[in-house]
């Protein structure tokens, strides 16, 4: 069929909970990977990174999880407020090349 | 520092004319991209900049995209001539020595071509 464009994941919690947005990434080499998030109408702003030599890594509420096995890496937000809704993306690296974004989580934050 | 600086915030053109975008990477950065975000696609690089001198354009759809980074201050994004499927929001970001935490985005252009 013809595509008609992305379908951005969504995710809608209620404000104050904690919010859990995951992430694939398919190349096994990738050791550096790292958590944007994009409000409407700006650029992407990076969140937290980790290295593949760890696999969590924590931030001002927010924690990351990095699985290599399952080549798997989740964004924890604790206490999530309304300023957190957007469009977070993860992009992962491999040494001596350029980053590479998944297609982004749509977060929504219900008051 | 002010950050990534773009311009023009918006631009509206019609089919065929020429549109230059415009970025100001933050100074000191020694890397510089280019990207475009669309429904379609989501974020794809287009180019990228080392010290100056391009590295890597093979993103740029085809030879009506070019890119110039005359200083490293400095970097324009024509396309010539334009047309609607290039209708999308075009970010430039810039970073030290190529780690990715140091990626930083300018708020992107919104390109609309009619």
């Known amino acids: 069929g013809e595509s008609v464009g992305l379908h951005l994941p969504t995710l809608s919690v209620q404000e104050g909970d904690n919010s859990i947005i995951n992430c694939a990434y398919s190349?096994?080499?990738?050791?550096?990977f790292i958590w944007y998030k994009q409000e409407s109408g700006k650029g992407p702003q990076f969140i937290i990174d980790i290295r593949s030599n760890m696999d969590k890594r924590q931030g001002q509420r927010v924690t990351v999880l990095l699985n290599k096995t399952v080549k798997h890496l989740s964004l924890q937000i604790a206490a999530t407020q309304p300023g957190d809704s957007a469009v977070y993306f993860c992009?992962?690296?491999?040494?001596?090349?350029?980053?590479?974004f998944g297609e982004g989580t749509q977060l929504t934050v219900n008051p | 520092d002010a950050g990534v600086i773009q311009s023009p915030r918006h631009e509206v053109t019609e089919m065929g004319q020429e549109v230059t975008l415009r970025c100001k990477p933050i100074s000191g950065h020694d890397y510089l991209f280019w990207y475009r975000q669309t429904m379609m696609r989501g974020l794809e690089l287009l180019i990228y900049?080392?010290?100056?001198?391009?590295?890597?354009d093979s993103g740029m759809p085809e030879d009506r995209f070019s890119a110039k980074m005359p200083n490293a201050s400095f970097s324009t994004l024509k396309i010539q001539p334009s047309e609607p499927r290039d209708s999308a929001v075009y970010f430039c970001?810039?970073?030290?020595?190529?780690?990715?935490?140091?990626?930083?985005f300018g708020s992107g252009t919104r390109l609309t071509v009619v």
């Open positions: 992009a992962d690296q491999t040494s001596g090349s350029r980053l590479t």
């Open positions: 190349n096994s080499a990738s050791d550096y």
């Open positions: 970001a810039s970073s030290f020595e190529d780690r990715a935490h140091g990626y930083t």
């Open positions: 900049f080392n010290n100056n001198v391009p590295i890597d």
